[in-house]
């Protein structure tokens, strides 16, 4: 079993800026992807990043890109996902996830560990 535990949502105002961090426990991350995802009321999950736990190699969703960067620290355990330059329609629930199936990456479903979401609110 993987326990995941999301960190570091709040109320920001478009242009800013915040850090989301995903710590586990009970079982590492090794060989798995971990990815963020994100869901606005009345939509669906989307995935936002992933990154390979062993091979450090990342997937940006094209909303995302050159904003968010998705990383880890092995040491702690933990992914993160800087988010700048945020905009109102980044407004969501961002989800940490874990899966050990490596080839679908942007299915929600694929994901065996989620933590309880962090909310994430911009302002315009």
């Known amino acids: 079993q993987v326990q995941l535990v999301e960190s570091g949502g709040g109320l920001v105002q478009a242009g800013g800026s915040l850090k989301l961090s995903c710590a586990a426990s009970?079982?590492?991350?090794?060989?798995?992807?971990i990815g963020w995802f994100r869901q606005a009321p009345g939509k669906e999950r989307d995935v936002v990043a992933t990154i390979m736990w062993n091979s450090g190699g990342t997937y940006y969703s094209d909303f995302v890109k050159g904003r968010f960067t998705i990383s880890k620290d092995n040491a702690k355990n933990t992914v993160y996902l800087q988010m700048n330059n945020l905009k109102p329609e980044d407004t969501a629930v961002y989800y940490c996830?874990?899966?050990?199936?490596?080839?679908?990456?942007?299915?929600?479903?694929?994901?065996?560990?989620w933590g309880q979401g962090t909310q994430v609110t911009v302002s315009s």
């Open positions: 996830a874990a899966t050990s199936d490596l080839a679908n990456l942007r299915v929600a479903g694929a994901y065996d560990y």
């Open positions: 009970g079982r590492t991350f090794s060989g798995r992807r």
